[in-house]
Structures are given as C-alpha cells and as structure tokens.
C-alpha cells in the first residue's frame, strides 16, 4: 500500500511539476504562447504546493521504503536523493517538450516569413 502511495504522489508530482517546468520556459521565451492558467497566480500558489507536498510525501514514503530505523543518517539521504530525483526528472521533461515545441514555432516561423 505504501509503494502504490509513493508512486501516485510521484505521478501527481511529476505531471504538475513537468508542467510547471513548461509554463516557465513559455514565460521566458515567448511570453504571448505561455498557458493561460499560467497567468493566473492561484494557478502559479496551487501548483507549486501541489508539487511540494507530493514531493515531500513520495520523499518521505519512499525514503522510509528504502532504509530502516537503524540508519537515521541515510533516511535523510534517500530522503534528499529523491527529492531531488523527481525535481530533475519533471525539469528535464518539461523543459525539452518546451524546447521542441519553440524549435517547431520558430521553424515555422522562419519559414512563413521567407
């Protein structure tokens, strides 16, 4: 049951973090293509604390997963590892579909201009 509540927080962390990702690469590139919730800053607040306590709770279950009770110095590690694991992996996913997405949009732009 434990395992099953790690992996959906993680899911549930990774899709609104991905997203996240998405959003503040528009934000920065080409502000006119950001997503509409975007723009909103119940939608900024929300997800962000969706993405926090997902984190922290998949951290938490699985870091507890993966050590025992004996090493408390190494709960803190798993705990750290994973966090910063499913940071990087939504990061790096919303990032590079953002990234082809504005290679697509500038192709397509080049090529209505010639």
Known sequence: MEILFAGLCFFIALLVGKWRSY???WEKNLRTNCPLGWRKSIFRLGSLLIVFFASVLFSFVGASLVTSEIYESKW???FLVLFIFRWLISKLLGHSK??????AFLRRVETQGN
């Open 23 to 25: 959003c503040i690469f």
């Open 98 to 103: 953002a990234k082809k997405e504005y290679n």
């Open 76 to 78: 803190w590690y798993s």
